[in-house]
């Protein structure tokens, strides 16, 4: 089967084009607007020629993906809030003092260590109505918790801008906010917030209230704390209060997606939904009630589960299928997902940078490329082989098409992946089907406590499984360094490997040898391109952390105590990256010579003593009691570091006395890591 013969991918793959070139250029919105204007128009003459030519030409279809293209350019600069006069951040000067603003709780996040975190909409920001998203930090300080949806505050802060990271290879927070439209952030106290008294409800404050009031009802029968979380995360679409072990194990044992409400879970209510709701079919119209009863019910409980990414898309999805499926309309599952994707990124198109949104659709690409050619495999007869066969050949399917995304984003795989799918998805619709069934019991005030016990048994049982596996720490395999690159390779390859299943020729075999060709020249290019030699200053909060990387030797040196050094993962974050997959660790040095330069660390004993020595870089680490003036009066360094484990004012005292001599400053909380490459 062709995938580009049918119009709405070909359309599909023209939008993203359109949303990538709109994310990473920043095109004028006007220009944007006459170049969109007068390709429709352009468009509407070729197809009109077009129609009245016998033999077709590429015109067409060239300014059909060029005005697509401009469209999904233009859907990207809608959706960015920032391009709106009335966003907050429009009123933000560098040099900003403390402002009033009034907001609205959005969505609950999951705590920090210190801080309650929410997202919230800025209403007002001293007396000017404005709009756009923020995170709220609220310290944990006082029992007193906001934790309502649509609830209004008011308070005094200063916004200040999300944090880059300091350290090469770590996440980048900053990059996930603003895809989601979040630029700043508030950092208050509980007794700083004054509440307003309003009646005025969103979506998401009626799918908080219906989710409090569920957990409410649910909370009166013991639950434990763990099963409670789990029902939350299946059946009701929030994670927050799932415990990091707990989150941990289903990482590790391949089973996350079981948490996260995605294909997977809507399939199964829609298929449950489906049985309830069959004798409408029986009256007039029946089939389009129960078409209309169907896409109703998917999109309320979407709301409800927060109207995430993943939730979204399965609805969609699912709700075109329904409308095939009851509606009698043949369906194409390619074409399906097409119009899903079309749509969801028409009204969310930085949806594309979601990592669960690539993820889902990568994996029912998988299965349907996939699984069907599985299937002629073996037919079994019985019962359970049956069964076990269906769930490793969806479970490997899916799995296939997920692979090169899943160690690109998180650097390991679970080799048990099968196991536990095949322990935990055949009874997946029975625990979803009791659990609904349990909510709706719960609800009514009717449920016997029999089912609430066997219920939160059958939660309990599939954790244990989980951890049990999750375990099996041989078959884990962690800190795979994958780049983009690789995960263009990975694909190419896999596209490869199937398309020589399906049909063993020449042609297909000649394709896989190229593929992995490419992916070898990838490899080589990798491994060329990485830093040969390089000393980076790390910053770390109170400690040092130096790195010296001489050709495929690494050398640590850092005054950790053990709790941090078996936490901390910068380092971790670094050696992925790079490929690297041994280090040693060494003592921290007063000199390093790093080439044809040199780096003088001077620490808390001040020794800095050296006759014919000049340094290019000094390092001040510990707070060190220094004159620096004298210190650059005599060593005359081109460029002097302070690193996390100094005082903020001895940092700040330093960085006024190289301003005053004129020599270039770098402290690591605010500049990042300083790298050396030599």
């Not at 075109?320 to 399906?336: C, E, F, Q, S």
């Not at 499984?465 to 896999?494: D, G, M, P």
């Not at 690193?643 to 500049?671: A, L, M, V």
Request: glycine share 4%; proline share 3%.
């Amino acid at each position: 089967m062709k995938l580009l013969s049918f119009p709405i991918i070909k359309l599909t793959i023209y939008l993203i084009t359109g949303i990538l070139i709109g994310y990473y250029y920043n095109i004028s919105f006007n220009l944007i607007l006459f170049i969109l204007g007068l390709l429709v128009l352009i468009l509407t003459v070729v197809f009109f020629i077009a129609k009245k030519q016998f033999v077709k030409t590429i015109w067409f279809g060239l300014f059909a993906f060029l005005t697509m293209a401009f469209i999904g350019i233009l859907t990207v600069n809608l959706h960015n809030q920032k391009n709106y006069s009335n966003h907050y951040s429009n009123f933000i000067t560098k040099n900003d003092s403390i402002k009033t603003i009034t907001f609205r709780i959005r969505e609950v996040l999951k705590p920090s260590n210190y801080y309650n975190k929410y997202i919230i909409d800025i209403l007002k920001e001293d007396s000017i109505y404005v709009s756009g998203k923020s995170i709220l930090n609220v310290k944990k300080d006082t029992i007193k918790n906001i934790s309502h949806v649509d609830d209004i505050y008011i308070t005094n802060a200063i916004f200040k801008e999300v944090i880059s990271p300091l350290n090469p290879s770590q996440f980048n927070y900053k990059s996930y906010l603003e895809k989601q439209y979040v630029y700043h952030q508030l950092f208050i106290k509980n007794d700083a917030l004054f509440k307003v008294k309003t009646n005025q409800q969103t979506l998401f404050g009626i799918a908080d209230n219906i989710r409090e009031h569920i957990n409410l009802k649910l909370k009166s029968y013991k639950f434990k704390p763990d099963e409670l979380a789990i029902i939350n995360a299946i059946l009701l679409g929030q994670r927050q209060n799932i415990s990091d072990d707990v989150y941990s194990n289903y990482t590790n044992a391949g089973a996350i997606h079981i948490l996260a409400i995605s294909g997977l879970h809507i399939g199964i209510i829609l298929m449950i939904l489906s049985s309830i709701l069959k004798p409408l079919e029986r009256l007039r119209h029946g089939i389009f009630i129960k078409t209309f009863l169907l896409i109703v019910i998917l999109w309320s409980f979407a709301i409800i589960a927060g109207l995430s990414a993943s939730v979204t898309r399965a609805v969609t999805m699912f709700s075109i299928v329904a409308i095939g499926v009851n509606l009698k309309r043949p369906t194409n599952i390619y074409n399906t997902l097409a119009i899903s994707i079309f749509i969801l990124l028409l009204f969310k198109p930085l949806f594309l940078f979601d990592v669960g949104f690539q993820l889902s659709y990568m994996a029912v690409f998988g299965i349907v490329s996939i699984d069907p050619h599985l299937t002629k495999l073996w037919k079994p007869k019985y019962y359970i082989p049956k069964k076990a066969w269906e769930v490793i050949r969806i479970t490997f399917s899916a799995q296939l098409g997920i692979l090169p995304i899943s160690l690109y984003y998180f650097h390991q795989f679970p080799g048990l992946f099968f196991l536990s799918n095949l322990l935990i998805i055949p009874f997946l619709g029975f625990i979803l089907g009791f659990g609904i069934f349990v909510i709706a019991l719960a609800v009514l005030n009717i449920l016997p406590d029999f089912f609430a016990v066997l219920f939160g048994s059958t939660i309990s049982l599939m954790n244990t499984i989980i951890e049990w596996v999750a375990q099996q720490e041989t078959f884990l395999f962690k800190n795979i360094s994958f780049n983009l690159l690789y995960v263009i390779a990975a694909y190419l390859l896999i596209f490869a490997l199937v398309r020589l299943f399906v049909k063993r020729n020449y042609k297909n075999l000649v394709f896989l040898f190229i593929s992995i060709i490419i992916g070898q020249s990838i490899f080589i290019y990798s491994k060329i391109e990485s830093p040969k030699n390089q000393f980076l200053v790390f910053h770390k909060s109170r400690y040092t952390l130096l790195l010296n990387k001489v050709s495929d030797k690494i050398h640590i040196a850092n005054n950790f105590d053990s709790i941090t050094e078996k936490k901390d993962k910068i380092i971790t974050d670094y050696l992925i990256e790079n490929n690297i997959k041994k280090s040693q660790k060494d003592s921290l040095q007063s000199i390093y010579v790093l080439g044809n330069k040199k780096l003088l660390v001077i620490d808390s004993l001040s020794i800095y003593n050296v006759k014919s020595f000049k340094p290019n870089f000094i390092l001040l680490r510990n707070s060190p009691k220094i004159n620096l003036n004298r210190i650059i009066d005599s060593l005359r360094p081109l460029l002097i570091i302070a690193d996390g484990s100094n005082y903020k004012t001895y940092s700040e005292r330093w960085k006024n006395t190289c301003k005053k001599t004129k020599i270039p400053f770098h402290q690591t909380s605010e500049k990042g890591a300083f790298i050396i490459d030599y």
